[in-house]
């Protein structure tokens, strides 16, 4: 059974940084997609970034200038530096994980508001 546990997400002020991060457990093919998604209130799901296990990494539109993803094979984890966070940022984010399967987080609020 495949897990995935998001943390660091939370309440910032604008213009402020979080880094969210996402470990996955359980039995999980070397070679797999990890990525963030976020789901805004009232929007459709959206994505953040991907970044696969050699690296190769994919931004959906209008996130590569603020969002890096990284991750770290060896811990199975994925992260997401935010910086320079706008209202607009406001979701739930959701990491992901596409290998023989696709997987999902139970995803983390994160909330710009002064």
């Known amino acids: 059974q495949v897990q995935l546990v998001e943390s660091g997400g939370g309440l910032v002020q604008p213009g402020g940084s979080l880094r969210l991060s996402c470990v996955a457990s359980g039995v999980i093919f070397k070679t797999n997609i990890m990525g963030w998604y976020r789901r805004a209130p009232g929007k459709q799901r959206e994505l953040v970034a991907r970044?696969?296990?050699?690296?190769?990494?994919f931004y959906g539109d209008g996130m590569k200038d603020r969002f890096t993803i990284s991750r770290d094979n060896d811990k199975d984890t994925v992260y997401l530096q935010m910086n320079s966070l706008k209202p607009e940022d406001t979701a739930v984010y959701y990491c992901?994980?596409?290998?023989?399967?696709?997987?999902w987080g139970q995803g983390i609020q994160v909330t710009v508001s002064a």
């Open positions: 992901n994980l596409d290998t023989d399967q696709i997987y």
């Open positions: 970044i696969d296990t050699l690296g190769s990494v």
